[in-house]
């Protein structure tokens, strides 16, 4: 899934969090739990490093404004404020794939086990479904998670 979702779930999450570190710990394993599932970005595994690279910036890039956007509508709606739980919370469920996004970047090798974790972890059933179907079921993703956050607030 991309940071959008990720943070969204993480949002979730984090109404039930008794302290920062269990969020943190429960943000990663949402993470975990979310790249089960197929989500479009299967198929970047046929772009040379290049075109991968070119290809992350700019999704990390529309991501980060729709997760940013996201966020402050609920800041500005007065439905969350930022407290340690929430941020901690999210940064567990955004890590993984800030640290993939790292490795794929500068290609330090302290971060070799950790990105193939990552690989393994994404679409372990091998089902791909597609770019435009993968951002489709990521947007219903997120709705579903909008829906639960809004009835949790």
Same mark, same amino acid.
């Given at each position: 899934?991309?940071?959008?979702? +990720?943070?969204?779930? =993480?949002?979730?999450?984090?109404?039930?969090?008794?302290?920062?570190?269990?969020?943190?710990?429960?943000?990663?394993?949402?993470?975990?739990?979310?790249?089960?599932?197929?989500? %479009?970005? #299967?198929?970047?595994?046929?772009?040379? @490093?290049? #075109?991968?690279?070119?290809?992350?910036?700019?999704? $990390?890039?529309?991501?980060?404004?729709?997760?940013?956007?996201?966020?402050?509508?609920?800041?500005?709606?007065?439905?969350?404020?930022?407290?340690?739980?929430?941020?901690?919370?999210?940064? $567990? =469920?955004?890590?993984?794939?800030?640290?993939? %996004?790292? +490795?794929?970047?500068?290609? *330090?090798?302290?971060?070799?086990?950790?990105?193939?974790?990552?690989?393994?972890?994404?679409? @372990?059933?091998?089902?791909?479904? $597609?770019?435009?179907?993968?951002?489709?079921?990521?947007?219903?993703?997120?709705? =579903?998670? *909008?829906?639960?956050?809004?009835?949790?607030?």
């Amino acid at each position: 899934m991309y940071l959008t979702v +990720h943070s969204t779930a =993480a949002l979730v999450i984090a109404q039930y969090a008794p302290n920062p570190i269990i969020g943190f710990l429960l943000g990663v394993i949402s993470h975990i739990i979310l790249d089960f599932i197929p989500h %479009g970005d #299967e198929a970047s595994r046929l772009l040379s @490093p290049q #075109e991968s690279l070119i290809r992350l910036l700019r999704f $990390g890039f529309i991501d980060g404004l729709i997760l940013l956007l996201v966020f402050w509508c609920y800041y500005q709606k007065g439905y969350f404020t930022p407290s340690i739980i929430v941020l901690s919370t999210v940064f $567990g =469920a955004v890590l993984p794939d800030i640290l993939m %996004g790292w +490795h794929i970047i500068t290609k *330090v090798s302290w971060l070799n086990k950790i990105s193939y974790i990552h690989k393994k972890i994404h679409n @372990p059933l091998q089902y791909y479904l $597609g770019l435009n179907k993968g951002l489709l079921l990521q947007i219903l993703t997120l709705i =579903a998670l *909008v829906i639960v956050l809004n009835n949790q607030l």
